[in-house]
C-alpha cells in the first residue's frame, strides 16, 4: 500500500557525491522510521542508515560505520521524502540503494531489513576508481 520511489543514483568517480532522493506515499510517513539499504553484486543487502520521525524536533539519524562521515540522512515530512547525501565516494560504496520504511509509527532505528515493510525499487549508485 506504502510505494517508495528511488531518484538520485548514477555513476561517479571516487570522491564524488550524489544525493539519493525517496519519495513516500501515504500520510503516515511523518511518523515512520525511513532507512537506507545497499546491496552490491554477491552481498546481503546491508543497512547504509535510518532516520526516526522528527515530531516535536526529536528526530535521530543513525549511520553504519562504514558510511559514518560521509553520509548524511534527512527527511522532509512536507514533502514526503528522505534523502540520503553522499559524500566521499569510493568504489565499495557502489550498489543498488535502497529506501524503505517501517510504514507505522517507529520510536527508534532499525537495522534490520526484516524490520521494514516496504521497499522502493532500488536506484543504482556505481562509484569508479
Known amino acids: 500500500q506504502v510505494h517508495l520511489v528511488e531518484s538520485g543514483g548514477g555513476l561517479v568517480q571516487a570522491g564524488g557525491s550524489l544525493r539519493l532522493s525517496c519519495v513516500a506515499s501515504g500520510r503516515t510517513f511523518k511518523w515512520s522510521v525511513m532507512g537506507w539499504f545497499r546491496q552490491a553484486p554477491g552481498q546481503e543487502r546491508a543497512y547504509v542508515a535510518a532516520i526516526t520521525p522528527n515530531d516535536g524536533m526529536t528526530e535521530y539519524a543513525d549511520y553504519a560505520d562504514s558510511v559514518k562521515g560521509r553520509f548524511i540522512i534527512s527527511r522532509d515530512n512536507a514533502k514526503n521524502t528522505v534523502y540520503l547525501q553522499m559524500n566521499s565516494l569510493n568504489p565499495e560504496d557502489t550498489a543498488v540503494y535502497y529506501c524503505?520504511?517501517?510504514?507505522?509509527?517507529?520510536?527508534?532505528?532499525?537495522?534490520?531489513?526484516?524490520?521494514?515493510?516496504?521497499w522502493g525499487q532500488g536506484t543504482q549508485v556505481t562509484v569508479s576508481s
Open positions: 524503505a520504511t517501517t510504514g507505522t509509527y517507529g520510536n527508534r532505528i532499525y537495522y534490520s531489513t526484516h524490520e521494514y515493510d516496504y
